[in-house]
């Protein structure tokens, strides 16, 4: 497989020869508002440019949202993306708005969703702890199987609990991706993982490879990708946690 960071959240992915984007987000920099009630006011979203160009990012063989936050799914995929693409969607209330941005292929994820032989499992996640649970609404992750791949496991915008630890658990992924800014609001905790989640991840698939994504993208990030790379170094996790530059990518 062939994963590369394009953006925060944002994805693409070859398995089993099919290109996934996951989780478009694709604005210029500087488009839209800065997240209330967080750091960086004074910051429009995103915060970086693309690392790549857009053409390459829609020439995918299929699209997957993990949920319709704007730094997931934005205005400008929704303009730039074939009207036609597969796109594969955490529940019926997204599967709604998608079409209502012109998609005409949506599905909704299962836990045996199929796609060119390639089995595509909806995982749960939750996007924060207690409270900020009624703000942040449902998310998903999705895991990748298929016999001639290792399996890959996509959390999305999770922290880490017990629905993480028991995906982790039955399905052994060899390749684990996880959101990892620690985004947060001024008050309500983590919206992500953060550095003790993401040990508590290697801990749990201590042979995994390890990428942590949705870093200094969006203007309520709170840890930084330098902070995060001192904390693997300190915990003895840098053979198999990494953490990309936009436009990075990894062959497994």
């Given at each position: 497989m062939h994963i590369q960071l394009i953006r925060?959240?944002?994805?693409?992915?070859?398995?089993?020869?099919?290109?996934?984007?996951?989780?478009?987000?694709?604005?210029?920099?500087?488009?839209?508002?800065?997240?209330?009630?967080?750091?960086?006011?004074?910051?429009?979203?995103?915060?970086?440019?693309l690392p790549v160009a857009i053409d390459q990012l829609t020439d995918a063989d299929?699209?997957?949202?993990?949920?319709?936050?704007?730094?997931?799914?934005?205005?400008?995929?929704?303009?730039?993306?074939?009207?036609?693409?597969?796109?594969?969607v955490q529940n019926d209330a997204d599967a709604e708005e998608v079409r209502k941005g012109g998609f005409t292929q949506v599905t909704v994820l299962t836990e045996d969703t199929e796609i060119n032989g390639i089995c595509l499992a909806k995982?749960?996640?939750?996007?924060?702890?207690?409270?900020i649970l009624n703000i942040a609404g449902d998310v998903c992750g999705i895991v990748f199987t298929h016999p001639s791949e290792k399996t890959l496991y996509v959390a999305g915008d999770t922290v880490w609990y017990?629905?993480?630890?028991?995906?982790?658990?039955?399905?052994?992924?060899?390749?684990?991706?996880i959101n990892a800014?620690?985004?947060?609001?001024?008050?309500?905790?983590s919206l992500i993982m953060g550095k003790e989640d993401v040990h508590e991840v290697y801990k749990a698939a201590p042979d995994a490879k390890i990428i942590a994504a949705?870093?200094?993208?969006?203007?309520?990030?709170?840890?930084?990708?330098?902070?995060l790379k001192e904390y693997i170094l300190d915990h003895g996790m840098q053979n198999n946690v990494f953490v990309p530059a936009d436009g990075e990518a990894y062959d497994f």
């Open positions: 925060n959240a944002t994805l693409n992915i070859n398995y089993a020869g099919t290109k996934f984007l996951v989780d478009p987000f694709l604005a210029e920099k500087g488009s839209y508002p800065p997240f209330p009630d967080s750091a960086r006011q004074e910051e429009q979203n995103p915060l970086v440019e299929a699209v997957i949202v993990t949920h319709l936050h704007l730094d997931h799914y934005d205005e400008k995929a929704i303009e730039v993306l074939p009207k036609n693409i597969p796109m594969f995982t749960k996640g939750e996007h924060g702890r207690g409270e017990h629905e993480v630890e028991k995906t982790i658990i039955k399905y052994k992924p060899d390749v684990i991706v800014g620690d985004n947060q609001f001024n008050t309500g905790g949705h870093m200094e993208a969006v203007n309520h990030w709170t840890l930084s990708r330098e902070e």
